[in-house]
């Protein structure tokens, strides 16, 4: 607006209405005070623009006495902009503070809180308000308060820095509840002139996670002391190569850390396994099959690492750790052990050997007093065998019960020659007599320590299912299985065979006897067995 144009005008007209009100006040504190005045407008320009003005006025007198303002116009658009600018950014500030899930804190030089943010309130217990004003490290614990105070102070003072930031520290702030919460600090100055106005402390709670690190590390300790202390060797494989090992490994392959780590499983064992298979190519099927999540327990046969060989007992298993596939091999030297059974076996073999001796010496003896009777107990033998087989019973069992019916009638040596002999029907004492040999047949086989229940077998191979057998009148499951199926063998054998007294019956007499009394007399199961092959 040109100079002329403004004379004799009204400053209102170019005064912004909504902000007319503003100067109306400031002219009337103007005049009513006399004392220098200003205030802030905003004026609109002739194209409709509108701009911030500072107005400084002061009341004089003119040449006729009359009281006139003076007032100085300056524009303040730029200063407008950045105070705008700046109340923009502390409100952005303030709301993500508000927001923050972490403790913000500001601090001025003299460790004075003078804002707070409300997650103090979920971390601490404090409500914000309740700390302004408060030293910044009152609630910090003892331990580490003079590394905090140390840190704050020449963050404060180091005005030759360039990084306005401070590094990460770890402190220990108190609740309300009187407990401590592990929190991770960083520190940012705001410098104006080179001079650090307030310290914006960002605190982390890393309670949590601090406490599961410890006990993680604390975790870790225990693992490596058992790992370590452990009497086994212990190796831990990346799929195809070991990446750790315990002490007793190295004792147990005789060879250093090195010398271990970084080796394929296969490299500590002979080219070939006991069982012919190469040993390259079963470890790799083992390490696959535990990979798959399959554990595998198996025997191996090892190298040390200065060749000589030796038995191992080992133990894969599947671990996961971080994304990672590893395998564990537990390996337990049983060299010493292989020896103890082979020595054993060969034991138990010479004392089954002597065994069968003893039983054959006894059969022997029968066949000495009478050879009707040695034969008889062989046969018996090797049908109860046969049965037992065909009803599935275990190679043990069937050894007892042949040891068993070798000496059933071993009693009979006790039993007068005439009464065994005797063409004719035996009468009721004589018949005793040869029932003795049952009890005597027990008493004999007891004397020896078979380890198995053989004597009882004797005893009870002429009882009957349904009571009616001797010498104890037993019954049903009162009757051993060895002693049934012994039972069996001996009615068919003897049926079948010539005795003193008559000639052998035909098979087919033998056969029928057991079929009409399968299960009164005889074990139904044997029975079947014995009738399989004709029915």
């Known amino acids: 607006v ?33 004392e220098p005045q200003t205030c802030e407008l905003r004026m609109v320009k002739k194209d409709g623009s509108v701009f911030w003005a500072h107005l400084a006025g002061a009341t004089t007198k003119d040449e006729s006495g009359a009281t006139v303002c003076r007032v100085v116009m300056s524009d ?42 409300p997650a103090v309130e979920k971390y601490l217990g404090f409500k914000a308000e309740e700390r302004i004003g408060i030293k910044v490290f009152d609630r910090i614990h003892p331990d580490d308060l003079k590394f905090a105070t140390d840190a704050f102070n020449a963050f404060i003072l180091n005005t030759s820095s360039k990084d306005i930031n401070a590094p990460v520290r770890q402190i220990r702030l108190r609740h ?12 940012s100055k705001l410098v104006h002139d080179n001079f650090v106005e307030f310290v914006i402390v960002n605190l982390r709670d890393i309670t949590e996670r601090k406490q599961a690190e410890d006990e993680l590390q604390q975790s870790e300790i225990k693992y490596r002391t058992l790992f370590e202390s452990a009497n086994d060797a212990i190796f831990l494989l990346d799929h195809d190569m070991f ?63 200065d060749g000589t060989l030796f038995d191992a007992e ?25 020896q103890i059974e082979s020595l054993m076996i060969n034991k138990y073999e010479r004392l089954e050997k002597s065994l069968e001796q ?12 009478d050879p009707c009777t040695a034969d008889h107990q062989v046969r018996v033998a090797s049908i109860a065998c046969e049965i037992a087989s065909e009803l599935g019973m275990p190679k043990e069992q069937i050894i007892i019960i042949k040891t068993a019916a070798l000496v059933h009638d071993i009693g009979k040596t006790l039993v007068p020659a005439e009464i065994l002999s005797k063409p004719g029907i035996l009468n009721g004492l004589e018949w005793s007599l040869v029932q003795s040999h049952v009890q005597a047949s027990y008493d004999i086989v007891k004397t020896i320590d078979l380890s198995w229940p053989v004597a009882e077998i004797v005893l009870q ?24 199926i012994l039972a069996i063998a001996d ?6 065979s010539d005795r003193p007294y008559r000639p052998a019956f035909p098979l087919e007499m033998a056969l029928d006897e057991l079929w009409h009394n399968k299960g009164v007399l005889y074990d139904p199961d044997a029975v079947e067995v014995c009738l399989k092959p004709f029915y």
């Not at 590893?326 to 030297?333: E, G, K, L, N, S």
């Open 2 to 34: 040109a100079r002329g144009k403004l004379m004799n005008q009204l400053l209102t007209r170019f005064i912004m209405k909504e902000d007319q009100d503003i100067y109306y006040l400031y002219r009337k504190q103007l005049l009513d005070t006399g």
């Open 358 to 369: 003893t039983v054959k010496s006894l059969s022997y003896i029968a066949g000495m007093r």
């Open 76 to 117: 303040i658009i730029e200063r407008k902009s950045m105070e705008e600018k700046l109340r923009s950014e502390e409100q952005r500030f303030r709301a993500l503070a508000e927001q923050s899930s972490d403790i913000i804190v500001l601090v001025n030089r003299e460790g004075i809180i003078t804002y707070e943010n």
């Open 314 to 338: 080992i133990s894969l298993n599947f671990i996961s750790d971080m994304g990672k596939n590893y395998i564990q091999a537990i390996c337990r030297d049983i060299t010493e052990r292989k």
């Open 461 to 484: 191979h002429h009882e009957r299912l349904n009571g009616s057998g001797y010498p104890r009148g037993l019954s049903g499951d009162g009757i051993v299985k060895e002693a049934r």
């Open 491 to 496: 009615v068919i054998e003897a049926m079948a």
């Open 176 to 187: 309300q509840d009187g407990s401590w919460r592990m929190f991770e600090a960083v520190g």
């Open 243 to 305: 990446i750790d090992c315990n002490q007793k490994a190295l004792e147990m392959f005789r060879c250093t850390r090195e010398q271990i780590i970084g080796q394929p499983p296969y490299r500590f064992s002979p080219e070939v396994q006991p069982d012919g298979r190469n040993s390259t190519e079963q470890a790799q099927e083992k390490n696959n099959t535990v990979l798959k999540g399959q554990p595998q327990f198996f025997e191996w046969k090892h190298c040390r690492y």
